[in-house]
Each structure stands twice: as structure tokens, then as C-alpha cells.
């Protein structure tokens, strides 16, 4: 059986008609899992056991006639949301056998819909990365070519889906980890309203950015797991009462009433032609569909990265400050003391970019800088925000490049932070305004590796954009891998 | 510039013990990462409204309402020193 | 040299909701240690603070009670710092804009201003092992909801903070949102104090004192650091910014080891809890669920009732005796003849038995009706004391227990002259000495006539006839 072409909707046919049962789809993936991840690296923990129980007991739901959209599917979850029972690592030493006594709320609305959960992926440690090369389980490998990176921080998640190890992954997205490595991956990966998810049970990174989001092989497709993850819950008072479902509901939509805002910002220098190329392909389909299409500007767009990594960092020192070995995770063997035990956990612990972020995070709001660093990254939030709404304003939606670049292999930039760094220039602002964006592939460059393209909507307006970017979908030739 | 002395503060305050030769790495690494971040000091903040403020209002907050806590195994279970119920550390001086 | 003391207090006090103040767990007392928690007090990873209503509710409670402004839109930070009963290592509170600013408390002439109220979660508790090095942590206590009172220096005594406390700890009792007892720890006091020398315009430099476990220790260590810091300055020394410990036994302070001299909290909004906006009708609801402050009963205790104000001082020390008390003058105004049946002879049943009032079985009305009967001449002040006893042990109204227990007064003007003749009849001699001048024979008589006609004496009428007969 041919999983490439597989999406969402023909394996709900298929299991509707009879013509497979969960347990068997499920069974498929796990062989496939068993047979190819290891030349990609992608999952930390293959839960067969667990996921073929889930099947059966969907397979009940199937019987009876009540199958939701995912109902007996299989999906795997990126290793920094918390399942319970099952271990949740973010990747990391510190976390290694940390077993969560409680489901994450996304986990407990997909296992409440009957979804099936085959395992937990791969990704940078604690999120913060976009190579998923920082893994304290080995990093990621591109499926397009093994010897590049998946991007990331969801690069476990981004390659499975590439690579049909899943037909649906769930991810976090704080500064580009859904986007960037689905465009790296030539797959589509959406990253809701600040809100519009519940973060209850992510293991946080960064508060006010972080979000969870669906990575599957077209934006139809993640519309559909949107909508059993998405809405209010009162575990996380930082999602919102009113939330937009439906997300499918403007698939095929009249393209000609839909403007199209081309921010300057994104498409200077730093920007690879071969990226450049296909956006532009991209943007002048749009314009044969009907769409209008409008230069417009992101004058703040120069603060996006200061803003982003000092928000990020500051909020990520405090989030991660928990982790001393004391009430779980990794413990030091060395420490005669509780604050040499402690200094050695977090020593021992932590990989190299955690570090340097917590140690980044730790100056910004430190009382002497707090003021010229932090205080001012928060105004120029403030100032990206308002430069989104006005070009809302004539706009429903934004083309950008999802990334710089394509892949690029590995080993080659992760060692010099600040060119990571820049390398998030695309897809910072859009978590600093809270927006929701979707990746998806709009061409392929000279070595045949992927170019994602990123269109950015209003808040809680995930319809127009999965609307906007299936259109494209439609008409263009996705290359499947061929691992 | 970032110097040694200022990561050895925050290696303190953020407590993760760094050798020397780490501390001079980091300090090299954070001078270069200090200076993409101090574009923003030329920020001047002139409008307060500006700064984004997420609210919610009191009559929307949760009720009071003391449920069930979660089996003291469960809460242990996970930590790598325990005692009679306890979570237990090397002494605090 | 003479100095000025220069004092302020933080109190931290334990709110009474049912559950902590980001969680559900119950913020019942006691437990055994580590039952009382989940994977968000236990600052597991992945989960996230709900903050409680009843929290916010009860803190503005608190400002209200305290005199303070309220701040319509509040908001919570994160304090970073590592200790073992901090699970997440940053304790959420109220840094940039706290729930309260701005309040005052009278202790009696002067006026002590509150600089602010804040909320914020308590920490766990840690137990030292000493045996084998090791520290123990329980959770149990660990988000349970705190407010935070922080005066401005105004105090100048030992003896204005003791009144201070006990004035804040009347008020919040009053307004319902702490029990306010420090012995148990829901009342925390940490005193900062320095001396200024007189005439200067300056500041000293302070100390923080903290483990004070009741109003003596308050006193007391306020009274042993004027000593300390006044010896320190006389001998041209320099008062250390510090953190000092009270010894209850020695009755002395000393430096608490500091590992850090300066804190870097590193403040930040909290991004996991939105801001909270209140609506002037929203506090004004919450206003309106305040009961009578215990001032305002003084006031009108003392100005409306003509009380006098130590009896009124000691009606509003507790919240049920002033209910009680207003409960009974509001069926029958008699103000001073209740206060005292209630401050005499009712909190002297309570004292002897040990009993609270939540355990009395008198409702107000019943001693409303005992003062009417006594106004009404129907039963003497003495049987009223018996009367009452019988209402606090078993109940029951005072009408009828006058009546079963045959109390009510002798109205009986001949039954009265009857039983005077026998007593004159049998007492000739003191008759004799009564005529005779000797004007003290009189209450020897009165008694023998009351004892005689037992408990139903009317002593009014007693007199009165008695004079007749005497005089003839």
C-alpha cells in the first residue's frame, strides 16, 4: 500500500468503507516506522503497544458509526507536549525519563476524538533551535537528502510526515518550529493564533510565543486536525473564548476577493535567490487565480530578531529554571550541597544552545539591563503589531518566504549562533504578533530541495489562510521523497 | 562586550556551573550574540499603550473550587530522592 | 543620643479560599505531607496557573477592609529565584501593579498608611534532616494564596506595631479572607526597622527581622533592635542592611547567613496569567459583601449607643460577640443593659466553660427578651444571672425558664406585707435596733425577707413595704 498519497480524507474513505481497519493502518505505519527511521532519526519513542490499543478501541467508535475526521488515524506528537504514561524528553538529558502524570489537553481532545498515537518526535532540545541538530538523541535528517537538516525545532515531526512515517504530526511553533522545517521538508505546517490552542501540558519554551500546530501533507489536511485541538480551555487562560473553527471552511473559496500584501522586508538580501524564485512563482499564480496582489512594508521588521530572542530567552530562562533534578528529571551524581547539586544537574543537563539562551534570557532581564534590553523588546512587540494591523487593513493576507534558505547540510552553519539566528528572519515577527501562518511548499531549488512560502493571517482567521494556501496546493506538483 | 566576569554573574544567578574555559566560550559567543540584540536600544519608548497587554475580566476568572489532588506516588514518582513522602535534597546551608 | 525609631511592617496573611490560588487542590490545613498537590503547584512541566476568583475576591476584600485604593486593572510577575519549596523557581506575584494601593489603619489617634496589597502564592515547606544531611520538601502549602500588606514607616513603638497587627488582624477577620493566627502561621510578620537620630532628615539603614510568631515576639524584637542599633550608632558603628532572626528564648536578633547579599528577582510580567480588570460595579458588589467594620461598630458603638469605649473595644475584638450583640439591641434598643448582661455576665459563662461563640446556643433575641424582662421589673437582676445560666447550658427562652423555675418577681403586694410580718415577727430585736437609729439593721432585714420569699423577690417593692412596716 502506497502511504505517499495518503491524506487525511481518503484514509477517513478508507476506513469508513471497510477497506482497512485502524489497527491495520496503524500496524502499516509502525512497519514503516520499524524499516526507515532509522536513517532519519525522527522519533524518540515508538509507542506500538499503546497505539494499537488506541486502534482497536477507535475501531469500536468506526463500527458503531461515530467516527470523527481523525477517528482510528494515526498521528505522532513532538516530544515537547506531555503524554501520559508515555515518556516526554524534549530532547534533552534533563528530561530523559521524565514520565508526565498527566495528558497534555491536546492529547486528551485527540485521544477523547479516538486519533491513535504512534510516538513521540525527534526535535531541537527544549524547542530552541531551528536544525533539530541539538537533540541529545542524535539530530534529524532531511528525507530529501540525509545529508541535510530537516529545520527545525520540529524536525522529527516535518521528516515524518516527508517521509510517511505519519500522516499527521503535532508540533510547537515559537519563533518558526512548525513553518520552517515543513518548508525544509517540502510538507505544509500550520501555526495557529497566539490563543487559539491550548498550551497546557507543552512543556514551555517561551510563554507568549509558543504554540502548537499541526504538520501534515497539505493545508486541508491540517485544517482538519486544527479543529479537534483548537478552542478554549479553562487549563490555559491564555486561549480564547471565541475561536474560529471550521478551518476548512474556505477551501475553494472565490480567490478574487482576496488581497495579497508582499511585505518589502522579507525579500532583501539575505534572502537565496532560488527561495526568492519560487515565492515570486507563487505570488504570480495567486495573481492568475485573482488574487490582488499589493507591495506593502513591515517598517519595525529590523527589530524582529532583538525583540524575538530577548522575549524568547527571558521568558526561557524562568521557564526552564525548574529543572534541578529535584522533583524530577536528570540528577547530578555530583553535589554534596542542594545549590552544587543544582548547578551541576543544569550543568550536566543542558546541551550548549539551552545554555546559551538561558544565559541570554538571564542578561535581558537582569536589573541593569532589564530596561535597554527586555523592556524595549517588548515595545517593539508592540510596534510589530501594529505595523501587522495596518497592513491588515487593506490586506487579508501576507506572502513571505517561510526561510532564508532551503536545507542546508548539516554541520555546516549550526555551530555560529548568531547566523541561526538570523536565519529565523522570516518567521519571528509572526509569533511576536501572535499571527497565524502556514507553510507550504511552493517550489524546489537547483539540488531539488524544497522552498516553503508562509502565508500569514489575521487573528483567528486560520480559514483564509488554509483557504488561500490550498489553492496553490491544488495546482502545484508537490515531489514526494522517495526514502 | 560581554567579559567572563558578567557570564560568571549570570552562570551564578541562572545556576549552571560553567568551567573557566566554558565561561571565556560563552563570553566570546554572547559579545557577538549582545551586539545582533542592541539594535533595539535605539528604541525610544514614547507611547505606553503600545506595549501589548493581554487581560481578562475578574467576573470571567475561575470559581473557587477544591478538587481532588493527585496521588502523592504520582507526584513522587518522578523524583530521583524521596523520603517517607517527602522530596528530599543534600542539605540547604 | 535620641532616636527616633523608624518602622515598617510586612504582613503576609493566609487567604481562606477552599482551594490554592492557581490550582484546585485544597488549601485545607494539615494533610500529610505531599497530598495536598498536582502537577501545577508541584511545577511540573507543561502546566500552567488558573488564578482563583475568590482569591482576587477576597484580596480586594482586604483593601476595602484596610482603607485602600483598589487598582482596576491589576497584574501578576514573576519573582526568579532557586530555593528547594520553590518548585518552579520563580514565585508568581504582584510586582509592577498590585491589587492594592494606598490604604490607612487608625490604632487609636494615629494613622499607620499601607503602601500597598499585594497577591501572590505561598512556597512549600522545608524541613531540615540534620541527621543525615538531608532537607525534606512538602508541597502541601505550596500555592496556597497569599496577600501581602506593606506599610510605609510610620510606626515609631513596639507598642503602635503590636496595635497595628492586632488592628489589621481585626479587619481582615472582620472582612472574612483570613483567620488571622500567627501562632498556626496564616499571619506572618517580617518588621523592618532603623533608627534615625533626632533632628536628622535621613533614613538609617534597616534590618529585616523576620520569624515573629505572635505579638510579644513583635514587641519584643523591635524593643531589643532599638537597643542594638541605638548602642551600635552611640558607639559610632554602622547598622548593616541585613536580614536578622528574633531568638524567642534569648529574646535577642541575629544575622541570618546570606548567600546573596542582593537579590536579583528579575521581575517580569507573568505571560501565563492575563491581566485582571474590575469594573467599579464589581467592587462595589464585593463592597457590599463586607460586613460592618469593627471601627465603624466602635463608632457607633461609643457615639450612637453611649457606650463606653472600653466596653465597645471589647464587644468589636471579636466579629460573633458584635453580631451577637447587634443582633440583640436590634429586637430591643436597651444599648448599655445588654452590653453589660453580654460583657459581664455572658463572657464570663464563656471564659469559665472555655467555649466559643460559635457554640452558644442563646440566640441574640433571647438576651434582647432577659434584658426586657429585667427592664420590665419582671424578674430581678440577680434571677436574670440565673436565668442566663440555664439559657447557656441547656437553651430555652428566658420567659419560660422564669416561670419553670418560679424567677419571675413577686407583683404581690400582700403576699409581700405577709411575709414581712413573720420576718419582723421573729426579728423583734433588730426591729428594735432599726427604730432605735440603727439604720444598717435594714439590709439585714431586706435579706431575710428576700430569702424567705426565695427567688421570686422583688426587691423594689421589698423596700418599699418594708419602709412602711418599719415606720409603724
Known amino acids: ?483 | 562586550m560581554v567579559d567572563v566576569e558578567l557570564v560568571r554573574y549570570l552562570a551564578e544567578l541562572c545556576r549552571i556551573n560553567m568551567s573557566e574555559k566554558e565561561l571565556k566560550a560563552k563570553a566570546d559567543e554572547m559579545s557577538d550574540i549582545i551586539n545582533l540584540m542592541d539594535s533595539i536600544k535605539e528604541i525610544k519608548i514614547c507611547n505606553n499603550s503600545l506595549i501589548p497587554d493581554n487581560s481578562i475580566y475578574y467576573r470571567d476568572l475561575e470559581e473557587d473550587m477544591a478538587a481532588d489532588s493527585l496521588d502523592r506516588d504520582e507526584i513522587l514518582k518522578n523524583a530521583k530522592g524521596s523520603r517517607e513522602g517527602y522530596f528530599s535534597v543534600p542539605k540547604v546551608v | 543620643m535620641r532616636y527616633i525609631p523608624v518602622i515598617g511592617l510586612e504582613i503576609h496573611a493566609e487567604l481562606s479560599t477552599d482551594s490554592k490560588v492557581f490550582c484546585n487542590c485544597s488549601s485545607e490545613f494539615g494533610g500529610e505531607q505531599n497530598t495536598r498537590c498536582c502537577p501545577r503547584c508541584s511545577g511540573l512541566p507543561g502546566t500552567l496557573p488558573v488564578l482563583n476568583k475568590k482569591a482576587m475576591e477576597y484580596a480586594v476584600k482586604a483593601g476595602l477592609a484596610l482603607g485602600c485604593e483598589i487598582n482596576m486593572h491589576n497584574s501578576f510577575d514573576r519573582k526568579n529565584y532557586f530555593y528547594p519549596d520553590l518548585p518552579k523557581a520563580y514565585q508568581i506575584t504582584q510586582y509592577l501593579r498590585p491589587i492594592c494601593v494606598s490604604g490607612k489603619v487608625d490604632i487609636g489617634g494615629k494613622i499607620i498608611r499601607i503602601n500597598r496589597i499585594h497577591l501572590e502564592e505561598d512556597a512549600g515547606k522545608l524541613i531540615h534532616h540534620d541527621s543525615d544531611g538531608l532537607s525534606l520538601i512538602d508541597l502541601n502549602r505550596c500555592g496556597i494564596p497569599l496577600i501581602e500588606i506593606v506599610t510605609e514607616p510610620d510606626i515609631s513603638s513596639a507598642e503602635e506595631a503590636k496595635a497595628f497587627v492586632e488592628a489589621v488582624s481585626l479587619n481582615l477577620k472582620y472582612a472574612g479572607v483570613c483567620d488571622c493566627r500567627m501562632e498556626e502561621g496564616s499571619l506572618r510578620v517580617d518588621v523592618n526597622i532603623s533608627l534615625m537620630p533626632e533632628g536628622a532628615t535621613e533614613l538609617g539603614t534597616r534590618a529585616e527581622i523576620k520569624n515573629l510568631n505572635s505579638l510579644k515576639s513583635i514587641a519584643r524584637a523591635i524593643e531589643y533592635e532599638i537597643y542594638r542599633q541605638s548602642e551600635l550608632l552611640d558607639n559610632g558603628m554602622n547598622i548593616i542592611q541585613e536580614t536578622r532572626r528574633f531568638d524567642d528564648n534569648s529574646g535577642t536578633t541575629s544575622s541570618l547567613r546570606s548567600k546573596q547579599e542582593v537579590h536579583d528577582y528579575r521581575y517580569f510580567p507573568e505571560p501565563d496569567i492575563p491581566a485582571v480588570i474590575f469594573t467599579q460595579d464589581d467592587i462595589e458588589n464585593i463592597r457590599s459583601n463586607l460586613p460592618k467594620m469593627p471601627q465603624e461598630r466602635f463608632e457607633e458603638y461609643t457615639v450612637v449607643f453611649g457606650l463606653p469605649e472600653d466596653d465597645a473595644r471589647l464587644l468589636i475584638s471579636d466579629k460573633a460577640l458584635s453580631d451577637f450583640y447587634n443582633g440583640a439591641v436590634s429586637v430591643y434598643p436597651n444599648y448599655k443593659g445588654i452590653a453589660n448582661l453580654i460583657l459581664v455576665e455572658l463572657l464570663h459563662l464563656l471564659n469559665k466553660s472555655g467555649l466559643s461563640m460559635d457554640s452558644l446556643l442563646i440566640p441574640p433575641q433571647d438576651i434582647a427578651k432577659l434584658v426586657r424582662l429585667t427592664d420590665e421589673g419582671k424578674v430581678s437582676r440577680n434571677a436574670a444571672k440565673d436565668i442566663l445560666r440555664i439559657m447557656f447550658e441547656k437553651g430555652g427562652s428566658p420567659d419560660a425558664i422564669a416561670r419553670e423555675n418560679g424567677l419571675l418577681m413577686e407583683t404581690d403586694t400582700g403576699a409581700v406585707i405577709t411575709v414581712i410580718k413573720e420576718v419582723l415577727a421573729h426579728n423583734q430585736k433588730a426591729v428594735d435596733e432599726y427604730r432605735s437609729g440603727k439604720e444598717k439593721v435594714f439590709g439585714f432585714l431586706m435579706g431575710q425577707v428576700s430569702k424567705k420569699m426565695g427567688k421570686g423577690s422583688n426587691p423594689k417593692l421589698i423596700r418599699e413595704e418594708l419602709e412602711k412596716a418599719l415606720k409603724n
Do not use: W
Not at chain 1, 490582488?292 to 530572542?309: C, D, G, N, R, T
Not at chain 1, 501594529?386 to 506572502?399: A, H, L, Q, V
Open chain 1, 1 to 483: 500500500m502506497e502511504l505517499n498519497r495518503l491524506s487525511l480524507g481518503t484514509l477517513r474513505d478508507m476506513l469508513d468503507k471497510k477497506e482497512i481497519s485502524s489497527v491495520e493502518l496503524t500496524m502499516l505505519y509502525i512497519k514503516r516506522i520499524k524499516e526507515t527511521d532509522g536513517k532519519i532519526n525522527s522519533y524518540i519513542t515508538v509507542c506500538e503497544e499503546e497505539a494499537l490499543e488506541q486502534a482497536r478501541e477507535a475501531q469500536k467508535l468506526i463500527d458503531a458509526g461515530c467516527a470523527g475526521s481523525l477517528t482510528g488515524i494515526p498521528v505522532n506528537i513532538k516530544d515537547n507536549i506531555c503524554t501520559r504514561n508515555i515518556r516526554t524528553t524534549c530532547a534533552s538529558k534533563m528530561l530523559e525519563d521524565f514520565i508526565p502524570p498527566y495528558d497534555a489537553t491536546v492529547i486528551r481532545r485527540l485521544k477523547a476524538h479516538g486519533a491513535v498515537i504512534l510516538g513521540k518526535t525527534n526535535m531541537d532540545e527544549f524547542a530552541m533551535g531551528n536544525s533539530s541538530q541539538t537533540s541529545y538523541f542524535g539530530g534529524v535528517k532531511n528525507p530529501y537528502d540525509l545529508n541535510r537538516v530537516p529545520g527545525g525545532s520540529s524536525g522529527g515531526a516535518a521528516a515524518s510526515v516527508a517521509a510517511n512515517l505519519a500522516p499527521a504530526a503535532l508540533a510547537s511553533d515559537t519563533g518558526g518550529s512548525i513553518r520552517q522545517p515543513a518548508s525544509f521538508c517540502g510538507v505544509t505546517g500550520l501555526k495557529p493564533t497566539y490563543g487559539a490552542v491550548s498550551r497546557y501540558g507543552l512543556i514551555a519554551f517561551a510563554s507568549s510565543l509558543d504554540q502548537i500546530g499541526p504538520i501534515a501533507k497539505s493545508a486541508e489536511d491540517c485544517g482538519i486536525v486544527l479543529d479537534i485541538i483548537a478552542g478554549y480551555d479553562p487549563d490555559d487562560p491564555t486561549t480564547h473564548k471565541e475561536v474560529c473553527c471550521n478551518s476548512c471552511g474556505k477551501i475553494g473559496m472565490q480567490l478574487r476577493d482576496i488581497k495579497i500584501g508582499i511585505p518589502v522586508e522579507f525579500f532583501g538580501e539575505g534572502i537565496s535567490d532560488d527561495v526568492k524564485t519560487a515565492v515570486s512563482y507563487a505570488v504570480k499564480e495567486y495573481e492568475k487565480m485573482g488574487c490582488s496582489v499589493q507591495e506593502v512594508s513591515l517598517p519595525s521588521f529590523k527589530y524582529a530578531i532583538a525583540a524575538y530572542y530577548l522575549i524568547s530567552s527571558a521568558e526561557a530562562s524562568s521557564n526552564l529554571a525548574r529543572y534541578d533534578g529535584i522533583r524530577f528529571g536528570y540528577r547530578s551524581k555530583n553535589g554534596e550541597t542542594y545549590e552544587d547539586l543544582i548547578k551541576n544537574t543544569r550543568a550536566e543537563g543542558f546541551g550548549d544552545e539551552v545554555k546559551r539562551r538561558i544565559l541570554l534570557g538571564t542578561y535581558a532581564l537582569s536589573s541593569g539591563y532589564y530596561d535597554e534590553y527586555y523592556k524595549k523588546a517588548v515595545y517593539a512587540r508592540g510596534m510589530i503589531r501594529e505595523d501587522y494591523n495596518e497592513i491588515f487593513k487593506t490586506c487579508d493576507c501576507i506572502i513571505t518566504p517561510t526561510a532564508p534558505t532551503t536545507a542546508y547540510m548539516i554541520g555546516e552553519q549550526e555551530i555560529n549562533p548568531v547566523k541561526m539566528y538570523l536565519a529565523d528572519i522570516c518567521t519571528v515577527t509572526v509569533n511576536i504578533a501572535g499571527l497565524p501562518s502556514i507553510s507550504t511548499t511552493c517550489g524546489y531549488d537547483r539540488n531539488g530541495m524544497p522552498v516553503g512560502m508562509s502565508i500569514i493571517g489575521r487573528p483567528f482567521d486560520e480559514a483564509t489562510i488554509i483557504g488561500v494556501a490550498d489553492a496553490f496546493e491544488k495546482v502545484f506538483g508537490r515531489q514526494e521523497v522517495s526514502l
